[in-house]
């Protein structure tokens, strides 16, 4: 199997994986309230903060007046502190992604233990806040990461709108439309704050065009657990 080829199918699996798991997995987050007229969706990002594209995102959402809720890495709270703490600032929901983002379906139960706890553990240290909240990285999850999750008290969360901006040759026209297609009350949507050349080209256009018109047509973004 080519790369290309495995990265599309993760697509697939993020993006409609969601609508069959979640009636098999109900203790997770799968959607926020959806604070009924009010059109209400939620709009979060996954593996930073990153010094090339926190910062924009972070003046899109304020130029924007949007909150939203960044799920973060351990290791990139660790390297990048005052954006981890900037994020907070700015009144951002945090929530943490592990510390090294580790497949929880491919490595050892007490090593994504660890991992989790030290992701939390770096998150309060660095920014004096106590996350609330878990994405497992690639949404991959175990009965021994729901418990140490809850241990820690932190609610599991997934999605319902994964637009795919991680993939090779996707485009900012082709986020933008996958999210609006899909869009409905309560939809937690998933971007990237990362490294990844694809992100880092196009997730912050996206970001905007995806405002704009999710504005206009009357819908509210809220950071989750507020």
Avoid: C
Avoid at 7 to 31: D, I, N, T
Avoid at 157 to 177: C, K
Wanted: net charge positive; hydrophobic share 40%; no cysteine.
């Amino acid at each position: 199997m080519t790369e290309s080829l495995r990265k599309r199918l993760e697509y697939l699996m993020g993006a409609y994986g969601p609508s069959l798991a979640r009636h098999v997995a109900r203790g997770l987050m799968w959607q926020g309230p959806s604070h009924g007229s009010q059109k209400s969706v939620y709009l979060t990002f996954d593996d930073g903060p990153t010094p090339h594209l926190t910062p924009l995102l972070l003046d899109i959402l304020n130029e924007m007046q949007v909150k939203a809720t960044f799920f973060l890495l351990g290791r990139q709270v660790a390297a990048h502190p005052d954006l981890a703490r900037e994020i907070i600032r700015r009144r951002h929901a945090v929530g943490v992604h592990g510390y090294a983002h580790l497949d929880a379906w491919a490595t050892d139960a007490d090593q994504i233990e660890s991992d989790l706890r030290e992701s939390v553990s770096t998150l309060y240290s660095v920014t004096g806040s106590q996350p609330h909240l878990y994405r497992p990285p690639y949404g991959r999850f175990t009965r021994r990461t729901r418990v140490v999750a809850a241990e820690l008290g932190l609610r599991t969360v997934m999605w319902g709108i994964m637009p795919g901006d991680y993939l090779p040759g996707v485009t900012r026209s082709q986020l933008t439309d996958r999210v609006m297609k899909r869009l409905k009350p309560g939809a937690i949507i998933v971007l990237h704050d990362s490294a990844n050349p694809n992100v880092r080209q196009h997730t912050a256009p996206a970001v905007r065009e995806i405002l704009e018109r999710a504005l206009t047509g009357g819908w509210k973004f809220r950071a989750l657990g507020r």
